[in-house]
């Protein structure tokens, strides 16, 4: 997932809750209003798959013109990682939303899906731009719109225009992890071009302080994994091959472990001698900022923060070290490339 997708998705986490609030005070019937709430709960708890059904039955509620069960079920089939049933509820809500600012909320969101299909084909930047745009106009308050159309001109190249719709947004939001990533845009426009890692700031269980602008010129391995999960603890041996293998001025391998039991999580790295870093992500900031939605998830970050590589889940037939080493042995050995 790239950058543009990635604070797509985080900075859409709040601005549906924005959305929904009128909603829910304005509801005419409790047994609607109640399911939305409960949909509300669901999604926020990352638990599409009910969010999607509260939402549908709230809808079914109301007689199926609902607005804001159609915005909900956008956001929720987001999550979930359905596209185009994102765009075609995102199209619904904006059809049944009376309010200028929750129209401008669907066509977000309707933007934010043409940005993951633009991976694909190129051409659909042009449409999140419209989405963007639009949004914008309909709510001239939300300086994210402003965030978010100016990637997606910066992904067409357009990078004067980029640069003014991201001024626009740091002059209403000077502060905060969405500015510092706007402000890098404006001074490397490339980032927005290519697949770079977005920075974050760890604290280690053994309390080291790490920042993945601090690691430039290293290759980084992020190991998203649980103890709960198979696949993760029998690749463990392999993971301590690979810190044997390279010298920590070449690599550092990051654990992020999702275990919600932080004893035992704390007593299977000292049993299985895992000395290297590791962080226990108890609110998925790590995982929402990598969009991490299965174990394990390897992430392969080059020198220059430019993430190369994502591995997710197992390969019977081809064990963790195998599968890494080839993006390893292009990054970290002399002629790996050739």
């Not at 509260?54 to 956001?75: E, I, T």
């Not at 293998?245 to 299977?268: H, M, N, P, T, V």
Request: hydrophobic letters at 40%.
């Amino acid at each position: 997932m790239r950058i543009s997708q990635r604070w797509a998705f985080i900075l859409s986490l709040a601005a549906f809750g924005l959305a929904l609030a009128p909603a829910l005070s304005e509801a005419n019937d409790p047994s609607v209003d109640d399911l939305l709430k409960r949909g509300k709960d669901a999604f926020a708890a990352r638990n599409y798959a009910q969010a999607i059904k509260l939402f549908k039955s709230a809808n079914k509620a109301s007689h199926n013109s609902c607005g804001p069960c159609y915005l909900g079920l956008a956001f929720a089939y987001r999550g979930a990682g359905d596209v185009e049933k994102q765009i075609e509820n995102a199209e619904k809500a904006i059809q049944y939303i009376p309010d200028h600012p929750g129209q401008a909320t669907a066509h977000e969101v309707k933007g934010d899906a043409f940005l993951a299909l633009a991976h694909q084909d190129p051409r659909k930047l042009k449409d999140a731009e419209e989405e963007f745009r639009t949004a914008a106009q309909l709510d001239n308050s939300n300086s994210v719109f402003h965030l978010k159309l100016g990637l997606a001109l910066l992904k067409q190249s357009r990078d004067d225009e980029g640069k003014r719709e991201l001024s626009a947004f740091l002059q209403a939001t000077p502060d905060g992890p969405a500015a510092e990533t706007a402000q890098r845009l404006i001074a490397d426009p490339r980032r927005a071009r290519e697949d770079f890692a977005p920075d974050f700031q760890v604290t280690t269980l053994g309390g080291e302080n790490l920042e993945l602008a601090k690691l430039a010129g290293k290759v980084v391995v992020l190991d998203f994994w649980a103890t709960w999960c198979h696949p993760c603890v029998m690749g463990v041996p392999e993971l301590h091959a690979l810190v044997e293998k390279y010298s920590r001025d070449q690599l550092a391998l990051i654990s992020i472990s999702a275990d919600r039991d932080e004893g035992q999580w704390r007593a299977f790295i000292e049993k299985k001698h895992m000395e290297w870093p590791q962080y226990w992500d108890t609110d998925h900031r790590i995982r929402d900022l990598f969009a991490v939605r299965a174990f394990p998830t390897y992430v392969v970050i080059d020198k220059e923060g430019i993430i190369r590589q994502r591995l997710v889940g197992t390969n019977p037939q081809q064990t963790v070290a195998y599968r890494l080493k080839p993006i390893l042995k292009t990054l970290l050995e002399p002629g790996g490339g050739s």
